[in-house]
């Protein structure tokens, strides 16, 4: 009974966030809606932009340094385990090994009733979703448009060579994905219901205590969980309703003045629609669709990839050679274009952010490292294969520089007389290829948004849960924040939105690096724990 009322009370919710919203976006052209949310949102974004990146010298943000450092000493540190026991992961995904998980542990000849005495689990297990759903749900918060816009915005910026540097962040933050995923599990709060609670919030507050750190976790999961509402809002909202917005702009035939708000207003409906469900809903909505767009998505890429051939080596030659000698206007030497591809591969797969620990935290299991492993796959998934393929579409289209010029003001270039941002040059790539390649892009970089918004929806929420507390009255107030930061993404311009974004979801590492350090060596006990139990010590 009390369930129904809520739902009633959520869909009314909704209903009434729609109807009041939607007569002030009707005139918004008339208002200049869109200008004026620019204009109030644009200060924001430079503050927390000039504040996460702080530099040291001239040139080098602390936070990528951390980052680059971080991982390379996780890389070492285990063994180089992102190439050592990527096989293995995959046969965790394919569940080669449920039935470790799924077995009992105890003396059958001392059952009571059918129930084997001392048991870690017969008839009831932690966690909500499976590890190919917890995959899918924290690669849909990954693969997103940071692989098709973010990469377009990276290339036009530092040039081929930044695609080099993109690569390598990716193959080394396979190793701090899964450290801080199996931190997530290990360290989760089961509530009286069954719902799992998890992410560097608990395991922050948590770990540390058993540390004799206590007051360092719980200041350090408050601000993680600060900077991740912060970072549902920005990369995982309002970066993405942004890009979706311009793709449909470009397709509805809309000139840039048109209101973005409207198409936002869309969006938030839809997304708050699906969100309602929770973790649930959302692992049976990202495990069909996260697959079935990637899927398109490569195989597109790899049809223009392949029809053209003879470009392949060029393509390749240029990634290599500009990641130490750059062409690209005004990204200065080498460690200009590494900056650029760092910062653009880290938001796209987010390893060291801490999030995707957050949907990682769901799964069934009882040995941690088991979704560890699972999760060292994402960052090889996003940035090494899905990136890299956006980078040689991208680049084989302006093989010859005869297109466009590397390192436009703002990532912006001029091409046929038009300047385009983001997904907007990834859309001229495919369309000199693919015949009414707009419309599937179009449909690419929505299915994209809206996946990764549903899935930061799942991760703010927690965070928000952590801060506020676990009503249904904080459900709403953070989902209704939420759908409004939709419009604001849509209706802003996309330096702004990717300014503030990029300060939220980097702004994470600070504490969620402090678990890490603190906390590696309960991972490797948890990693030798579960490699015995498969037979793969």
């Excluded at 933050?173 to 089961?190: P, W």
Aim: aromatic share 14%; net charge neutral.
């Amino acid at each position: 009974m009390i369930n129904s009322t809520m739902q009633k009370f959520k869909n009314r919710f909704l209903f009434l966030f729609a109807f009041m919203v939607l007569p002030f976006l009707a005139f918004s052209q008339d208002m200049g809606i869109d200008a004026k949310i620019d204009a109030a949102f644009k200060p924001i974004s430079d503050f927390f932009s000039g504040l996460v990146f702080f530099r040291l010298g001239e040139d080098i943000p602390f936070v990528l340094m951390l980052l680059v450092f971080s991982a390379l000493f996780f890389t070492i540190n285990f063994k180089f385990i992102n190439i050592r026991k990527l096989f293995t992961a995959i046969n965790v995904v394919r569940g080669k090994y449920d039935h470790v998980d799924n077995a009992s542990v105890g003396d059958s000849n001392l059952a009571i009733d059918g129930d084997i005495v001392d048991t870690i689990r017969d008839e009831s297990e932690a966690g909500e979703v499976t590890h190919f759903q917890a995959l899918a749900t924290a690669v849909s918060g990954t693969v997103g448009n940071g692989n098709i816009a973010g990469v377009a915005l990276a290339i036009a910026l530092g040039g081929p060579g930044a695609t080099f540097w993109m690569i390598i962040c990716g193959l080394l933050g396979m190793s701090t994905k899964f450290v801080e995923c199996t931190l997530g599990v290990q360290y989760r709060d089961i509530g009286d219901d069954g719902t799992v609670y998890g992410g560097p919030m608990y395991y922050l507050s948590k770990g540390l205590k058993e540390r004799g750190f206590a007051t360092l976790g719980k200041i350090s999961a408050i601000f993680f969980a600060i900077f991740c509402i912060g970072g549902s809002f920005g990369g995982g909202n309002a970066a993405q309703s942004n890009q979706a917005t311009i793709v449909l702009k470009d397709l509805l035939g809309l000139d840039s003045t048109a209101s973005g708000a409207i198409i936002g207003l869309i969006l938030a409906i839809i997304v708050g629609i699906i969100i309602i469900g929770g973790i649930k809903r959302i692992a049976s909505v990202t495990e069909k669709i996260v697959p079935f767009m990637a899927l398109l998505y490569l195989l597109a890429c790899l049809y223009i990839i392949l029809s053209n051939f003879n470009y392949i080596d060029d393509a390749i030659g240029q990634i290599f050679s500009e990641a130490f000698k750059p062409r690209a206007i005004g990204v200065g030497s080498w460690i200009g274009v590494l900056l650029i591809g760092f910062k653009r591969a880290a938001f796209s797969n987010e390893a060291g952010a801490g999030s995707a620990s957050i949907a990682h935290s769901a799964v069934k299991t009882k040995y941690s490292a088991s979704e560890g492993l699972v999760a060292l796959l994402e960052p090889f998934i996003d940035t090494v294969v899905i990136c890299t393929m956006t980078a040689l579409v991208i680049i084989i289209f302006n093989i010859n520089s005869d297109v466009f010029q590397y390192g436009g003001e703002g990532g912006a270039v001029l091409i046929d007389g038009e300047f385009f941002e983001g997904a907007g040059i990834t859309s001229k790539a495919f369309a000199k290829y693919i015949p009414y390649s707009n419309v599937f892009l179009t449909v690419a970089v929505v299915l994209f948004a809206v996946s990764t918004m549903i899935s930061w929806s799942y991760y703010g929420l927690q965070s928000w849960k952590f801060l506020f507390g676990r009503g249904s009255l904080a459900d709403i107030t953070y989902k209704l924040l939420f759908c409004i930061f939709i419009i604001i993404g849509a209706a802003a311009s996309m330096q702004s939105i990717w300014d503030f974004s990029d300060a939220m979801i980097f702004a994470m590492v600070f504490p969620n690096m402090i678990g890490l350090f603190f906390l590696y060596p309960v991972v490797k006990e948890e990693l030798s724990k579960y490699l015995k139990a498969i037979g793969k010590a």
